[in-house]
Structures are given as C-alpha cells and as structure tokens.
C-alpha cells in the first residue's frame, strides 16, 4: 500500500483585491467678519442697553443727590423725614445764641486789643500753661477724659489758654496792689493754695510767707486779673463799634465794607508809625 505523506498542506485565505479609499475632509470656508463700530452702535441691542446704562444713571445721580441734601442740610434724618438746619440753628439760637455770641465778640476784643498792644502768646508760654493743668486733672489721661466730657477738642483748650494769656498781660500792668495786699491773700488761702504743705504742719505751725512768696504773687495776680477782666471788657465793648447780627437785625450801611476797610488800613498805618517814632 502506498504510503501517505506526512505534510500538511497548508490553507491559506485568499487575498481580497481592491482599491484603497482614501477619506478627504474639506475645511469649512468660515470667514470672520471684522464687527464695524457703525454696525454695533446701531444694533437694537446696544441701543437698548445704552438706554438702561442711561436709566440707571441718572436713578444713581438723583439717589445720591437726595443723600446729600439729607445728610448736608439736615440736622438729623427720621424715618426718612428730615430735621433741617434750618430749625436746629433756629432752636440753638432761642437757647444759647446771645451768650455764645457774646463770648465770641469778647474773645474778638481781646485779640484785637492785644494786637495793637503788639503783645502775643507764644508756643512755651502756651505749652507751660497746658502742662499746669495738665498736672492740676491728674495727668494727661485724665485730661483728655475731662475734654471730652465737656465736648472740648485741645485746639479748644489752647485757644482759651492764649486768650488767658493774653487778657493777663494786658489787665495785669493796670492793677494796684501792695506786698501786704499779696500777704494778707496768703494768710487766708494758704492752706487752700498749699494743701500737702499744710497738711503736713504741726498743729499751731504756718507756711513761711517768705517761701511761697512767688507762687503766691502767681495766684494773687491770678485772680485779680480773673476779677478785673469783666468790667475791662465792658469798657472795650464800649469803645468799640460791635454789630450783633445774631441778637439785633442785621444793618446794611452805605458802603460799609468799604469804609471798614479803609478804617483798618488807617488804624495800621498810624499803628506802625508810632510804632517806627517810639524806636
């Protein structure tokens, strides 16, 4: 018998005959077109948004313009309703206006007549004065605790302070007084003047006269000026030409601005040529 043969024979697939596809995308021809200012300004869309932008605008102009007259010419704003100046001033004027304005034409006078004196408070004269009260309250803390209760600012207290000093300088050369004077004033208000200084004294002893006589001449002058200083005013109010706008009703005189003017460069000039012959 024939033998069979052992190799396999192998089965190959047949091969597939065909044309390869080749896929091409073609790019979309988009074309961006530049946006003109002409075609945006006059879409309906910008034109409405302009009219909002515009709208809301003027609501915020017309807002805050109301705050402003609430809050700059009001007193105060309730539940919307507001207090005018108006009726505060009115009310501050009824209660207080004739004697803040009478302090205020003094303090005036008192500045004017130091000026023709050519007499000023100066910076350490000030400061030394501000530290004495300062040391007098307790210190600086108390102080500004003190100023503060009473609605007083420091620029307040050191314009009174100038106004002290000033007022003693000019009263002070009018006043009359003898050591006997400034010796009987420590007999009786040593003990108020140098309280631990007297405290501290055995019973039936006194405070040398001799030792505290500068700071009792201080004192004693002190409140000779403090006495005298309200008919001096007196006297400057007479002598001088006070229009009270806030008490009286105004009064409009024929060129009066003019003449005050005039008046003043005056009284300046003559001022310094007396002041240049006195030299």
């Known amino acids: 018998m024939p033998k069979k043969s052992s190799k396999k024979v192998s089965k190959k697939s047949p091969k597939k005959k ?66 005018t100046n108006r009726d505060y001033y009115y009310r501050l004027d009824q209660s207080y206006g004739s004697s803040v304005i009478s302090q205020l034409i003094q303090e005036e006078l008192i500045m004017q007549e130091a000026k023709n004196e050519g007499l000023v408070a100066t910076d350490e004269e000030i400061s030394s004065d501000l530290a004495d009260i300062t040391e007098q309250v307790g210190g600086e803390e108390q102080l500004q605790l003190s100023l503060d209760a009473y609605n007083i600012s420091m620029e307040d207290l050191k314009r009174q302070v100038e106004l002290d000093i000033l007022s003693k300088k000019m009263i002070e050369p009018t006043l009359d007084y003898t050591d006997d004077d400034v010796k009987a004033f420590f007999t009786d208000y040593s003990d108020v003047l140098f309280p631990d200084e007297a405290a501290a004294l055995e019973d039936g002893e006194l405070l040398d006269y001799d030792t505290y006589k500068g700071q009792t001449l201080d004192a004693y002058i002190q409140q000779e000026v403090s006495n005298a200083i309200t008919s001096w005013l007196a006297t400057l109010e007479a002598d001088a030409n006070i229009q009270d706008n806030v008490v009286d009703k105004p009064i409009y005189k024929f060129l009066g601005a003019t003449r005050n003017i005039l008046t003043n460069i005056i009284d300046e000039a003559n001022s310094n040529e007396a002041d240049s012959t006195t030299e």
Do not use: M
């Not at 003027?58 to 207090?83: E, K």
């Open 18 to 83: 065909g044309k390869k596809v080749q896929i091409k995308i073609k790019k979309p021809n988009i074309k961006f077109k530049k946006p003109s200012w002409e075609g945006i300004k006059n879409s309906k869309i910008t034109k409405y948004s302009l009219y909002v932008l515009a709208v809301l605008a003027f609501f915020i102009v017309v807002d805050f313009g109301v705050q402003y007259l609430n809050n700059d010419y009001s007193a105060a704003v309730v539940n919307g309703d507001r207090v």
